[in-house]
């Protein structure tokens, strides 16, 4: 615990700086909130990116002179393999649901008919199945739809 | 008198100090709980924390924000909301958004919700092996699992639980600084394929500007000088505010458009890739967090939420802190966390409970 000569009491130097602050917040609240305050940030977002822009087309051009790859190439590359990884990922879910559809299978076939759903572990199905599956809209994207 | 002398003669000890601290918070532990990585999506990974004594059968799968990182969820031994999970028996899984940069650009919100979180929802009812799930988002990350069960009914969620949501746009300090001529996201979107996060960052900043940018320092100063400086809480805390991933500029442009704009989340006129985000299709068991003096999703804009649900099972926890301090703050553990756990619990059993379905609409305060 503070002890008592430490309060803003004792500070008077303290008690100014809260003062003036509490004086200058409210209005620089004010200011933030208005709409001019909102353009001067919009207008410095643009020219942040046109900087941005400027300085890694720069750059870029620099390095492919030296033949050297530069961002704009490993951003290529990198698209590509997202582009695979999706294929790859597409591969990995048909797979699992063979899978799981291959295990029901085998299940059905081996279980005595009726009455005996129990399983007997609490809360879980056998790590590695799938449970109740949802019919998610398409992960295949529609360009700018809903945009 | 006296003060001010003693405080001339420790004032280099104390500015050693505070130098201390800024310079060696990069330094700080930062989601320390073990977890392992089990699922990984271009930037997106899925974590697992196992719980050595789980006790419910319904893992919680956590969301987070895409302008900052989920870290917060972990934020540091002592404090973390994943840490209380795992001590009350539950299993928590983790999706982490990454660190996009320009080959991200093309990811928008339609990605994470229609792709990246179905697959990750996925990939923790095959790990744990449960049947349904609870889903927590905080922040953006609320809202984008509020789209992906406002398009998908069927979704084997049992709970749904949106913290510090922002949903209704109109009369918010966003929308006044986003909806203006000068904000272009159009010209922004064909120049660039993020907006860096530490400009997003200082903006959210410029909402506060005199606590955040005088205040905070000033009282750790203070803090410093009478010796009551908590050095790992405020590093912790000021490593993660400071560690901002950028903003993938297809998700900011229709982050900006249909939420601040055009208000759409709230007006029902929003579409993923053509399918129509009905909040009103969610049936999960919800709890709906809001924070008392919230700036950047205003409990006020989160309210209407009520207007739009018909869950049969539908709570309001309100909590008293800012957006990021209701959940991370000191207070967190004694006032929000318990009540979320004690809200949890009888919903995370193995068979859903009956009368949860059969009750009447509860939109009362839990707080």
Not at chain 2, 1 to 25: D, F, G, H, Q, V
Not at chain 2, 57 to 76: H, K, M, Q, S, Y
Not at chain 2, 197 to 214: I, S, Y
Request: hydrophobic residues 35%; glycine residues 6%.
């Amino acid at each position: 615990m503070a002890e008592e000569p430490r309060s803003n009491n004792a500070h008077p130097m303290r008690q100014y700086v809260d003062d003036f602050l509490s004086v200058a917040a409210p209005g620089l609240q004010e200011v933030v909130n208005s709409k001019s305050f909102g353009a001067m940030v919009s207008q410095t977002a643009s020219n942040l990116v046109a900087v941005q822009r400027i300085g890694h087309e720069v750059s870029d051009l620099v390095l492919r002179n030296a033949r050297i790859a530069g961002r704009a190439d490993v951003t290529s590359l990198h698209r590509q393999l997202a582009r695979t990884e999706d294929k790859l990922e597409a591969v990995l879910e048909t797979v699992e649901r063979l899978e799981d559809e291959l295990a029901d299978e085998r299940r059905r076939s081996t279980e005595p008919t009726s009455g005996s759903a129990a399983d007997g572990s609490p809360g879980a199905k056998p790590a590695g199945r799938s449970g109740r599956s949802s019919s998610s809209p398409s992960p295949r994207r529609v360009d700018n739809q809903g945009e | 008198m006296r003060s001010l002398l003693r405080n001339m003669i420790t004032l280099p000890s104390a500015l050693a100090e505070y130098t201390n601290i800024w310079l060696t918070t990069p330094e700080a532990v930062v989601g320390a709980t073990p977890k392992e990585v089990v699922w990984t999506y271009r930037k997106t990974t899925l974590y697992r924390y196992r719980s050595s004594r789980r006790s419910h059968a319904v893992p919680i799968l956590l969301t987070f924000a895409l302008i900052n990182r989920p870290d917060i969820f972990d934020l540091r031994p002592g404090n973390s909301f994943i840490e209380f999970l795992l001590e009350e028996g539950f299993d928590v899984f983790l999706v982490d958004w990454g660190y996009p940069d320009e080959e991200d650009a093309d990811t928008g919100l339609d990605d994470y919700v229609l792709e990246h979180l179905p697959r990750a929802i996925r990939k923790v009812l095959r790990t744990s092996g449960a049947e349904e799930i609870t889903l927590v988002g905080w922040c953006i990350g609320a809202a984008l699992t509020g789209m992906y069960l406002g398009v998908t009914p069927d979704a084997p969620v049992r709970n749904w639980v949106p913290l510090t949501m922002p949903f209704d746009a109109s009369n918010t300090t966003y929308q006044t600084l986003l909806d203006n001529d000068e904000m272009d996201v159009e010209w922004l979107a064909q120049r660039t394929g993020y907006l860096p996060g530490a400009h997003v960052d200082t903006v959210n900043k410029l909402l506060k500007p005199v606590p955040n940018f005088v205040g905070t320092p000033l009282r750790l100063f203070r803090e410093v000088q009478d010796g009551t400086a908590d050095k790992i809480a405020y590093q912790s805390m000021s490593k993660w505010v400071a560690d901002n991933p950028n903003f993938p500029m297809r998700a900011f442009r229709q982050w900006v458009t249909w939420i601040y704009q055009e208000n759409r989340l709230a007006t029902g006129r929003l579409r993923l890739r053509g399918h129509r985000v009905d909040l009103s299709s969610i049936q999960q068991s919800t709890l709906v967090v809001t924070a008392s003096n919230d700036h950047i999703a205003p409990r006020d804009g989160t309210v209407p939420l009520f207007d739009v649900l018909t869950t049969q099972d539908l709570e309001h926890l309100d909590g008293v802190g800012g957006h990021i301090g209701l959940m991370a703050g000191s207070r967190a553990r004694r006032d929000i966390w318990p009540r979320i756990r004690d809200w949890l619990a009888p919903r995370s059993h193995e068979r859903r409970p009956s009368s949860t379905r059969s009750e009447t609409p509860v939109t009362g305060r839990m707080a």
